[in-house]
């Protein structure tokens, strides 16, 4: 049964991006920048994930490409066991913690309870594709801006 706050709260907005795993990021990025008509707009590693990503604007939607740092990283494992493809759906979320708690409640299995800082100024948690029709699920929520490094006296 759906739950009923779901009527009255945007409680998942909108599909923030599609996650793809390559081989060679710098191959993929030639080939989507033909296929979307642009350049991405960045390339950022997260050391802790161990991938390098790049990310592309289509629309009001996001395409991040992932590549593995090292043969460690999920990105590794999931090439190895599917070969390039769709890797996750991301959705954005208001409070990630929140829908935590209710995804949880609702029997999903939640990957990292405790959100973690991913790619893109995003606070993310995962949920495991066996709960979700065989799709890794992404959530993420935009991360509250870090402390200003500057000294006012
Ligand atoms: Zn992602």
Do not use: W
């Amino acid at each position: 049964m759906v739950n009923l706050r779901c009527r009255n709260k945007f409680i998942v907005n909108k599909i923030e991006h599609i996650g793809i795993a390559v081989k060679d990021l710098e191959a993929s990025n030639t080939l989507f920048e033909k296929l979307l008509g642009k350049p991405h707009y960045k390339i950022e590693k997260v050391i802790s994930e161990g991938v390098r990503t790049s990310f592309f604007q289509s629309g009001p939607n996001k395409i991040e490409l992932l590549e593995a740092l090292n043969d460690e990283s999920p990105i590794a494992k999931f090439l190895e066991k599917k070969g390039e493809g769709v890797h996750h759906i991301a959705f954005a979320v208001e409070d990630i913690k929140e829908e935590i708690n209710r995804l949880k409640s609702e029997g999903f299995v939640i990957l990292n309870e405790e959100p973690k800082r991913g790619a893109d100024n995003k606070l993310v948690a995962f949920l495991h594709p066996k709960s979700s029709n065989g799709v890794l699920v992404e959530l993420c929520q935009e991360a509250p801006p870090k402390p200003s490094a500057e000294v006012r006296e």
